[in-house]
T-cell receptor, first 114, second 110 residues
């Protein structure tokens, strides 16, 4: 069966510090990978998605970047965090085909910027 | 107009009640529909996945899709305190792009 791992679960960082959140998927090959940010009462905001190694699409221009160095690894980064980067970050994967396969989420990282 | 509209609640029901959760959408191209359950401080968990119109049942959960009205529903029978969570609807036309509702908060009171 497929599993998705996200870490860390909780992170407190000072303004201006760098960020690296990691997500890995097991039990599947060549998945679509996604990074979302979830704000209370505002739903899920798609930040980045990837259909393959080194292929990243950005949905929202901002202080964050994403990379996919391996097939089942997805990393969310920032060089200098802003207060507005606080939130709940979710990684998700889906089977790559054209039939709207559902996404499966990790348990998220709660990021607080001080 | 948002692609997907979902009443945020909160919704509070007694244990054993039938719960009805709903979403409306504007894009007639949507054909894949999902319901997720999200517990506090956890990621969304896929509950139901349906294609096109019709009903799908899984245990106490039933998903309904009415494409003519652009309206989807999730019914929970014999609700339990463990069903207390936020429920998110999601939909897709095809491929990689998904649209999510903002979630409905449900509390089932013992």
């Amino acid at each position: 069966s497929q599993t998705i791992h996200q870490w860390p679960a909780t992170l407190v960082q000072p303004v201006g510090s760098p960020l690296s959140l990691e997500c890995t998927v097991e039990g599947t090959s060549n998945p679509n990978l996604y990074w979302y940010r979830q704000a209370a009462g505002r739903g899920l905001q798609l930040l980045f998605y990837s259909v393959g190694i080194g292929q990243i699409s950005s949905e929202v221009p901002q202080n964050l970047s994403a990379s996919r160095p391996q097939d089942r690894q997805f990393i969310l980064s920032s060089k200098k965090l802003l207060l507005s980067d606080s939130g709940f970050y979710l990684c998700a994967w889906s089977v790559q085909d054209s039939h709207g396969q559902p996404q499966h989420f990790g348990d998220g990282t709660r990021l607080s910027i001080l | 107009q948002k692609e997907v509209e979902q009443d945020p609640g909160p919704l509070s029901v007694p244990e054993g009640a039938i719960v009805s959760l709903n979403c409306t959408y504007s894009n007639s191209a949507f054909q894949y529909f999902m319901w997720y359950r999200q517990y506090s401080r956890k990621g969304p968990e896929l509950l139901m996945y349906t294609y096109s119109s019709g009903n799908k049942e899984d245990g106490r959960f039933t998903a309904q899709v009415d494409k003519s009205s652009k309206y989807i529903s999730l019914f929970i029978r014999d609700s339990q305190p463990s069903d207390s969570a936020t429920y998110l609807c999601a939909m897709s036309a095809s491929g990689n792009q998904f649209y999510f509702g903002t979630g409905t908060s449900l509390t089932v009171i013992p």
